[in-house]
């Protein structure tokens, strides 16, 4: 049976229009403006929803999460996560390769593409890592099934980090694609982090500190190696969780065809500052740290220029016990994939613009196929958002996660996710889960992906 989504806002390619969307299976068969036929309407073999002028939305890809699957499940694992996911109308998602074992091997990659293939409730694919000694397995990866080679700049959790310069310049060099880099400058944090221990010897650093060890400079310095060794090769290069003014710099402002260097950047950087961690405590600490209200201020702007080309989430669950414990003890990392979709639009981000960073720039990026749009012929990944009367303060027990906390308690947001299509199945429906598995494994089309010329 067909589903005729009716009288709803559009939201995608670079607008925002009144419609209706018709879903053929697990495909976009119409996209049109106005309204459809009464015919259609009261036609017995179609599903006829009517929308009540809510929003639809291109289902959200996050390109940067932590599923914890396999050896971390305490915090959460590929069925809990992708849930989350769902809930908050991320319809796709591409997991990191810090578990435990670490995802740098081609068998380590394909047991997870198993384990979601069986529990997924969104769509999934596997980032593969870099390590100091493997760029041969990198370089005989499957690229339309991968999505990418994650390099840590930096160490974070799962000590994954690459410093070997000659792996450095073989890895941009060879790559056959892009590579995704989590940068942080090692020697200016270790620096950081002694002056700060001769500073508390007795131990009981202060959280507050963390922007301070893990400090602006740290990230402008690894970003500005990493631009500049993409340059040098013609790499294809991706910025993970651009935190800091200074690195803005280093991008180009515009549509993302085109580009070679790109950057990601996550709601937490747009709505808290290092202030926050005076407060919020550990619930807002994170790698890279959460920068100064200047910082915030200029993401927000360069998201609406064309600076910064994604929104992702760096979805990290941790037990709350994870996050106990001063600076050097407290878990880095917070949850965020359940609620991107609603913050970003609450922040005041027209839904084309959304649609654009959270959904249609991840595709163009990475080259998925048809998938990211709202269009005929497209994968029926579709999320129905809604604008409340009354703005809801999250909290905890609002949370999907295993975790089970989250970052945001005490933000207001004016809009719910009603309902997700993943597929053309409704996966979430007015807050419950459909028992029935619909996910795929995304795929990527080295030739949709940006152009490789300069």
Not at 248 to 272: M, N, S, V, W
Not at 393 to 416: A, H, K, L, N, Q
Not at 421 to 438: E, L, Q
Request: net charge negative.
């Amino acid at each position: 049976m067909k589903t005729l989504l009716y009288n709803a806002l559009i939201a995608g390619d670079c607008k925002t229009a009144k419609g209706y969307v018709i879903l053929d299976g697990d495909m976009i068969e119409t996209v049109a403006e106005g309204c459809p036929d009464e015919s259609m309407l009261g036609d017995s073999t179609v599903n006829a929803i009517d929308c009540e002028g809510d929003i639809l939305m291109p289902g959200a890809i996050d390109t940067h999460v932590h599923f914890r699957d396999p050896g971390l499940t305490a915090k959460g694992d590929i069925d809990t996560e992708s849930h989350a996911a769902v809930a908050g109308g991320v319809t796709s998602y591409i997991d990191m390769p810090n578990t435990k074992p670490a995802t740098v091997t081609i068998e380590a990659w394909s047991d997870k593409m198993q384990r979601a293939a069986q529990v997924s409730a969104a769509n999934y694919a596997f980032f593969i890592g870099a390590t100091n000694d493997n760029l041969s397995t990198l370089l005989k990866a499957d690229y339309s099934r991968v999505p990418g080679i994650k390099l840590f700049m930096g160490s974070s959790t799962g000590n994954m980090l690459v410093d070997s310069k000659s792996m450095l310049d073989d890895l941009f060099a060879q790559s056959p694609a892009l590579i995704m880099v989590h940068a942080e400058d090692e020697d200016t944090i270790r620096a950081n982090k002694a002056r700060i221990e001769a500073e508390y010897p007795d131990g009981d650093v202060p959280l507050t500190l963390h922007s301070v060890m893990r400090s602006s400079e740290a990230c402008v310095k690894a970003s500005r190696h990493a631009v500049e060794l993409a340059r040098r090769h013609n790499a294809r290069l991706h910025l993970a969780h651009v935190s800091t003014a200074a690195e803005l710099e280093l991008l180009q402002a515009g549509d993302i065809e085109g580009k070679r260097i790109t950057a990601e950047t996550c709601p937490h950087y747009l709505l808290f500052t290092d202030a926050d961690l005076a407060t919020k405590g550990a619930r807002v600490k994170c790698n890279p740290a959460i920068k100064t209200a200047h910082d915030r201020d200029a993401l927000i702007k360069a998201l609406k220029e064309g600076l910064i080309d994604t929104i992702a989430t760096d979805h990290a669950p941790h037990l709350s016990a994870d996050k106990a414990g001063d600076l050097f003890h407290a878990a880095s990392g917070m949850p965020g994939v359940q609620f991107s979709l609603p913050l970003m639009l609450s922040m005041g981000f027209a839904p084309e613009l959304t649609a654009r960073l959270m959904a249609e720039n991840p595709s163009r990026l990475f080259g998925i196929d048809k998938r990211g749009f709202i269009r005929p012929g497209y994968k029926a990944d579709v999320v129905r958002v809604k604008r409340l009367e009354t703005p809801h303060t999250i909290t905890d027990p609002d949370v999907v996660s295993r975790c089970g906390w989250t970052p945001f308690t005490g933000c207001e947001t004016s809009y719910e996710v009603v309902t997700t299509w993943v597929n053309g199945h409704p996966a979430y429906d007015h807050g419950k889960f459909s028992s029935k598995r619909t996910s795929q494994e995304l795929k990527f089309n080295q030739s949709n992906a940006v152009p490789a010329a300069l």
